[in-house]
């Protein structure tokens, strides 16, 4: 089970930092995914990092704002959010996978998916 936490309301240009812990499961055994969904649009990638988090990347509009990390000895994931804008507001997701990390982007290759946590950017 992933449990995904830190969201709330900030003030354009803000920071907030998401965290995805895992329980049963352990996390460094996959590749692992932030995804967000905006209300109705479609739920889209916003960073993945590889099991031993060496590699990671970003989704073009987030790059430089956001950084995705890990601690494989707390099971958790994260998600750093700085210069937050308006268009960031959406549920944002944690996920799984043990597919390739070529598989990444798409929301099928993920095994996992935690329950989602709202961050809204506005003044």
């Known amino acids: 089970q992933l449990q995904a936490s830190g969201g709330g309301l900030v003030q354009p240009g803000g920071s907030l930092r998401l965290s995805c812990a895992a329980s049963?499961?352990?996390?460094?055994?996959?590749?692992m995914g932030w995804f967000r969904q905006a209300p109705g649009k479609e739920r889209e990638f916003v960073a993945a990092i590889t099991t031993g988090g060496g590699i990671t990347d970003y989704t073009n509009s987030v790059k430089g704002r956001f950084t995705i990390s890990r601690d494989n000895a707390k099971n958790t994931l994260y998600l750093r959010m700085n210069s937050l804008k308006p268009e960031d507001t959406a549920v944002y997701y944690c996920?799984?996978?043990?597919?390739?990390?070529?598989?990444?982007?798409?929301?099928?290759?993920?095994?996992?998916w935690g329950q989602g946590t709202q961050v809204t950017v506005s003044s």
């Open positions: 049963g499961r352990t996390l460094s055994n996959y590749n």
């Open positions: 996920a799984a996978t043990f597919q390739n990390f070529s598989s990444r982007h798409g929301t099928q290759s993920y095994d996992y």
